[in-house]
């Protein structure tokens, strides 16, 4: 039977882990990840998981060990967030060049510096391009339902690419929510034992991985590796398809949500908690008689370009919610990639960027407010005040004064 | 196998660069790699064995009786080492010749 039971997002996501018992969990501490890992240790100290749980001394050594044992043909997971990923960096791209579908739940969090432990997303931003499926969650039930999700697509053998699960640090992993866990004999029938398409292990066949690998297959061998990635949409969206009829359950399983979108003539995109604070903003617009939608991105990577361009093609004006920094590039990453999915559609909407909740500042429906009043003057006028924002800084940035 | 996996176009290649037959790497031609190749002289080699030794390559060619009787170009990358390990004096049994371009 399905339980209710009120938790914080990671230890929803240690329930998700405890449902799918994989065989290795490298386990190493970060704030805000660490009550995650925290949660689960105490399920295999009370027996409810046999997993071997390995304590390693760094996230280099987490991803290694996971990378490792995946190979061997075990099913490994591992968790983390922010700096830990970032060392984990060079791993994360033999992950998904080894085509192993590891799945790994990340506490979105700040990189240093200066130092914080708070939220935001730039800690996957810069994995963004390692190969790996990002799905963000808005909630603790998104991210429990996700991790469970992402163990079917990674391992789906036209997909075999490591999946990492994003949860907003501190708002969701440490937030208590009402959270539906699933029967775990109903989730273990629909994740299904693994078959892993190679192993180490296997004596029968003795196999070499992590060759040196030269100019005359290293190009052939990285493009191959686009088969998995580009395989994953359909992958996700039968899964998702698949999740919601098992479960009855009640969150986006597509490639992003969309609210009030049908007339919508102003939109704003965002990723992970602020999707929830995106569509207050919209229902007070629409209470105002302006036509407000709102599009939560789920899927960041493999990223949805056809079907975002399509969803936004009919607007006059957008708004893009950037919870990171793309240094020297256009506004934030989610922008980037937005309005690249735009370009060569001939109905392009006034887009504005807005960066916002860097280092955990808050993001209060007044902020994404203030975001439409410019992107109202900027539709009706032609001429933007600025095309990138930045919501709750203390002093408008004003690139002018550089 | 080998030739099979030499010729391949990107899609034929195993999943995830994996190398799916142990001990090919000998199908592996990396005798191209040098610019100076060690050439076998066996009138002044006195069969100390050395350069089977030292080589990293296991480049050295030996026959049934164990005595060396020259070099494999397939895989000889011209590292030298087994030239500069060779004792026989005054002159060295085996030495660097610059390869025809
Ligand atoms: S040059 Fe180097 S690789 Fe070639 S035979 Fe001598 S020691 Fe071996
Ligand atoms: S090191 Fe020189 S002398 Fe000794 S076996 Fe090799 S070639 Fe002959």
Redesign the pocket.
């Known amino acids: 039977m399905p339980e209710l039971l009120a938790l914080t997002g990671n230890e929803a996501v240690a329930h998700a882990m405890r449902q799918i018992n994989p065989d290795v969990v490298a386990v190493y501490p970060i704030t805000p990840q660490t009550s995650m890992m925290q949660k689960f240790a105490d399920f295999k100290a009370d027996g409810l998981v046999d997993c071997e749980l390995v304590l390693v001394e760094s996230e280099h050594s987490a991803m290694s060990a996971t990378v490792g044992s995946q190979a061997a043909g075990a099913r490994s997971m591992t968790a983390t967030a922010a700096c830990g990923l970032a060392l984990m960096w060079e791993i994360l791209g033999i992950a998904s060049a080894y085509r192993l579908p590891i799945v790994m739940p990340v506490v979105n969090r700040d990189l240093s510096g200066p130092i914080n432990i708070q939220g935001d997303h730039s800690d996957t931003m810069g994995a963004r391009d390692c190969g790996w499926i990002h799905l963000f969650s808005e909630n603790a039930q998104e991210a429990y339902e996700n991790t469970i999700q992402a163990i079917r697509i990674a391992e789906h053998h036209n997909v075999l690419t490591p999946a990492m699960v994003c949860l907003d640090g501190f708002i969701i992993s440490h937030g208590v929510e009402n959270v539906t866990i699933y029967d775990d004999a109903a989730v273990q029938k629909f994740i299904g034992e693994y078959n892993p398409a190679y192993m180490l292990l296997d004596a029968a066949k003795p196999m070499t991985l992590g060759a040196l690998d030269f100019s005359d297959f290293y190009f052939e061998h990285k493009v191959k590796q686009l088969d998995g990635i580009n395989a994953s949409p359909q992958i996700i969206l039968d899964v998702g398809k698949e999740f919601k009829q098992t479960f009855d359950g009640e969150e986006c399983y597509d490639f992003f949500e969309l609210y009030q979108m049908e007339d919508a003539e102003y939109a704003v995109v965002s990723m992970g908690s602020t999707a929830a604070t995106a569509r207050m903003v919209v229902d007070e617009l629409r209470d105002k008689g302006i036509k407000a939608g709102a599009l939560k991105l789920r899927v960041y990577r493999p990223f949805p370009s056809a079907e975002i361009a399509q969803a936004l093609s009919k607007l006059k004006g957008l708004i893009v919610m950037d919870r990171a920094i793309a240094y020297g590039g256009m506004g934030g990453p989610v922008n980037i990639d937005i309005r690249c999915a735009m370009y060569g559609i001939n109905t392009t909407p006034m887009t504005l960027n807005y960066i916002y909740g860097l280092g955990g500042k808050p993001i209060e429906p007044e902020h994404i407010l203030s975001a439409f009043d410019e992107l109202l003057y900027a539709v009706k006028t032609g001429k933007p005040k600025r095309a990138i924002g930045y919501l709750n800084l203390k002093e408008d940035y004003d690139p002018a004064t550089v | 196998m080998m030739k099979k996996y030499f010729d391949a176009n990107y899609k034929d290649l195993p999943l995830g660069g994996l190398i799916e037959e142990a001990g090919n790497a000998e199908n592996y031609e990396t005798g191209t790699w040098g610019t100076f190749k060690p050439v076998?002289n066996a009138e002044l080699?006195?069969?100390?064995?050395?350069?089977?030794v030292y080589c990293p390559d296991s480049s050295?060619l030996v026959n049934e009786k164990g005595e060396?009787t020259g070099i494999d170009y397939v895989h000889c990358k011209g590292c030298e080492i087994?030239s500069v390990?060779?004792?026989?004096k005054p002159e060295?049994?085996?030495i660097m010749v610059k390869k025809e371009t």
């Open positions: 076998f080699c006195i069969q100390c064995m050395f350069c089977w050295i060396v087994c390990e060779c004792p026989t060295k049994a085996i």
